[in-house]
């Protein structure tokens, strides 16, 4: 009788028709959701018990780890021949005393890095690489062999513990058009866990992520295709700056991460919001959500270090179709998201007006928008930055 039931209710919530994306991009919950998540999280649990070594770049992710070897995983990786395959590093953070830096390289096809330099210190203002907003920075043969182009130096030294990050070149202040010879000198050190995504997610979290979508064969190849590996790592920046004839010792809170996949299409993508923050009492977070209709058109994704031990995310409570939807990012804001079984209220404001602008794409197909903020997270005060992305069909500035 209670399996008739149960039948019987399975085919209704089958048959129900589907509630409309909001928005036509967010794919709501639905009653047949339910089981949904169940059946992919039942799957992600069986992944993690059957094998516990890596698989590979291309059969990693729902729960099993691409590589083993930090030795492999921290050094740049083989591009392959798709013409949208990218080996990507980032850096960004500040300090409470309202220093900020963002720096980045991605290797694509073709010795193309495409590349982020922002740098935030106070009494000199937003300072940004002079080829901003566009990425795209040409790289010698050599170059090409690692995160170098653009007077930027990207590399490691010892994965996990130690990377160097270095500029020199001009940069400019984009409100004031004032030109400055910088030089950056920073050595990066960690001696906390890294977090893989695709390994260290909360596997409930994912499954609530893929039960919101439509199914079928193509959804799941496509899911498959536009997968990349990607983890992250808490550390500190130190070292010696220099703007013109001043020069400065500094020490940033950052968080650093490596993507690396077979394909990157920004044209994927809708939009994100992330932040990133860190506390005088040593707690740290990246987290937020990306909207890839499609494939994933509303995940909560992320992870925080709490007493030296890693938590991943478990949910994101930010809708965030109500947050910056018509392109202007949000400015002052709260949010809360629940990770380690414990749940954090954060509230956001952006310390200046002033925010980094950048194109990625050959026709400028994405738009990021990185944003130096101050956080309160339950009553505690942080600091770090926050990087919004939004699809972008304006096409290319000349």
Known sequence: MYVYVLAVIFIYLFFKRRPAAILEV???????????QWIIYLGILNNKRKKKSAVGHKKAGFGLKALDDVN????PQDLGSHPLAVDAVWFGGG????????ISGARRQERIMQSMLFLYVPGFGLLQHTNMPETALVQTEEESKGWIGGGINL???KPLKKWIVKYTGEMVNPATKEVYQVD?????NSADKHFDFDSDMNPWTVARAMAREPWSQEYFARLRAAHQNHYEQFGELS???SIGENKMNLRLQVMKDHTHGSVRDWTLLHRYCFHHFATPTGLQGFLGIVSQPGTLSYLELGWILRNGTPYPVEEVDMKIWNYGENGDDTEDYGFRFLAGNQWYNVQVTLCHKKKGHAFYGKSWEARIVERFCRYKINDENGWGVSEWEYRHRGGKKE
């Open 26 to 36: 967010y794919e709501p919950w639905s009653p047949l959701s339910y089981f949904k």
């Open 72 to 75: 492999q995983m921290e050094y």
């Open 95 to 102: 300090n409470k005393d309202g220093v900020y830096l963002v």
């Open 155 to 157: 590399e490691c030294i």
């Open 184 to 188: 950056i000198n920073l050595t990066y």
């Open 239 to 241: 070292g010696d700056i």
